[in-house]
């Protein structure tokens, strides 16, 4: 039971009271009649009992002139994900939005309570990057009372409105372009962890390998330089490759120094290629081809749909495909 005397109710203890979610507390507040009665009931209750009055926020009141909105990201220190980043801002800016930025460093704990505090916070849309993107990821996102977009990543059946560059094809093009040249021994090295868009990556690649009558080999590792990079030395001392995809310019640009620290010539001994062309692709020696994934207009891209969905304009395809193409660098002939 809470202390009414010296503490100020919060929306947090409505939640705790009844027994419900912030995210149910909210809708109460701002939409009840996507609540069951039930339920209802029991918050309203719980909100008179406590003297609970809700804020301008809180109450999401229909007379406010700003527009929030949350961008949901695993990680701020991939090199892609700040990118992104800019380009959703740039766009906010152009609007007068204001981004709430919510980060879950990919503990799935930490990620329903950022939807939990996404959702008191009454954003008016959200914009939600996760590799990872699992059944109940996309459960949470169906439910959601307001618009939402997947920025980077897509669901496989395309029921979400997404933007992103078509995954499968462009790993299809990219091992085909080492199969020109006469390459037999083709390896892409993915990660351990499964990210659903890596699963697409992997599917260009073993289509390719396939309709040349070639043996796909995929192997797995960390995005941590700590395992990958001895991980490459023990793998490339035992086995001859003659070109390699690797799903994250950081991962190929470990692969690369390994290579090199073991007297194999890159690229006239091992042509390495990345993903995303990040500055990490600049920063290697040799510099890094890179499968070009315009990371900066996907963060603007989407944020623009996801305007076109709050306002309830009309949208002729909300899975959105940009462009990609190969940078050539220096690992590559």
Known sequence: MIDLKNTKVTIYDVASEA??????????LNYPEKVKPAT??????????LGYRPNAIARGLASRKSTTVALIVPDVSRA?????????????RKYDYTVLLKVTNGEDEVEEEVWQEVYASQ???????????QEKN????KASSVPVVLCNTKEENNLLPSVSIDFESAFYEATKSFI????KEILLVSTRSAYSVNALKEGGYIRAMYDAKLEPKVIRTSGRLVVNYPFFQEYLKQNSIEAAIVVRDSIAASMINAACNLGINVPDQLEIMGFQNTKYSKMSRPTLTSID????DIGAVSMRLLTKL???????????????NIILRNSTK
């Open 19 to 28: 027994d419900v979610s912030l995210a149910t507390v909210s809708r109460v």
């Open 40 to 49: 209802r009931e029991k918050v309203l209750e719980a909100i008179k009992h």
């Open 80 to 92: 892609s994900v700040a990118e992104m980043i800019n380009g959703v801002l740039d766009i906010a």
């Open 123 to 133: 954003v008016d849309g959200i914009l939600y990057l996760n590799d990872e993107l």
């Open 138 to 141: 996309i459960s949470q996102i």
């Open 180 to 183: 020109d040249k006469g390459k």
């Open 293 to 296: 994934n315009p990371i900066y």
């Open 310 to 324: 709050m306002n309830k304009e009309p949208i002729d395809n909300v899975n959105v495909i940009l462009p990609h």
